[in-house]
């Protein structure tokens, strides 16, 4: 996770995080894609440090608010990471499927269940929290990819010209 944070998506390489444990010298390691095999654990890990971050089953009156709040916190970790954001949002697409995105997808969607069912959802409500669970992973992806390309652009976007008028 330090490396994602630090370099994002291109940094999580096998020889970096190899290094960083001072795991083997350098070349012992070939450039292998790190990305996929950890997108899932790394996501995994991240949601249930935020589902036991609060209590989200109390942490207001009706559902509507308590997913509210859960929602405000989930984007405000994410738009405050944006190398890590990045990084597991595209190795999570690459990965999707796998036993361990699966996973991932369950928390987020068992920490949504809790926050709409008030700490004990109903069937029903498991199923749409994993329909708003989708949902919000879409839109997670949606905005890591505008991010991306807002950010490669910027620095060859034309300025306007501010020159007075003669």
Do not use: K
């Amino acid at each position: 996770m330090p490396i994602a944070t630090d370099g994002g998506y291109a940094a999580v390489r096998m020889r970096v995080v190899a290094e960083r444990a001072r795991y083997c010298s350098r070349h012992s390691v070939p450039l292998l894609p790190l990305q996929t095999a950890s997108a899932g654990p790394a996501l995994t890990r991240e949601f249930e440090r935020l589902g036991d971050e609060d209590d989200w089953a109390t942490i207001a009156a009706s559902p509507v608010q308590r997913l509210q709040e859960l929602n405000a916190r989930l984007r405000h970790e994410w738009q405050n990471r944006p190398a890590l954001t990045e990084a597991v949002t595209r190795a999570f697409v690459v990965a999707d499927g796998t036993v361990d995105v699966v996973r991932a997808e369950a928390v987020l969607g068992h920490v949504m269940a809790r926050a709409i069912g008030g700490g004990h959802p109903t069937p029903h409500q498991i199923q749409i929290a994993a329909v708003v669970a989708d949902i919000w992973l879409a839109n997670l992806t949606a905005w890591t990819a505008a991010t991306r390309h807002y950010r490669r652009s910027l620095p060859t976007a034309p300025l306007p010209d501010r020159t007075p008028p003669s």
